[in-house]
């Protein structure tokens, strides 16, 4: 978890079986030379990675190959043959910037596959598009994925 994704979950109310790895592991779990490292070991170990949410901060982080967190770094050392799913959340003004479209655009290139964006009631009280998809939407996407659908 990103520290500002924190804001949207309560740690403590998730299941005790989920683990939960954020910046502070990243930068602690390894020691010295030949020790792991967090970020390549989530992307030995997972088959799927998936942003859901990422905002227009970690979308332009990812895009310009910038890896200041736990987050950008998995996905800069994500294997290209393994699907990468980002579910874009932002305020409308920000997903309607031209430099979101260059950012998604650009990621599609690369192989990563955007869910995309709809229109409710964002989390600032404003009503337009750059809501993250439903959970539903998500959930079927994956199953494509999963299943060679998509």
Known sequence: ???CSKHFCDIKE???EIKV???NNEWTMWQKRGDPVLHIELGKWADIFIIAPIDANSLAKIANGLCDNLLTC???AWETS???ILCPAMNTKMYNHPITDVHL????SWGY???PVIEKTLMCGDTGVGAMADVKTIVDYLINICTKKV
């Open 21 to 23: 790895y954020d910046d």
């Open 1 to 3: 978890m990103t520290e």
């Open 82 to 84: 393994k699907p990468l």
């Open 105 to 108: 655009n650009l990621l599609k």
């Open 14 to 16: 998730l299941p005790t």
């Open 74 to 76: 998995t996905a800069r």
């Open 113 to 115: 596959h955007i869910i």
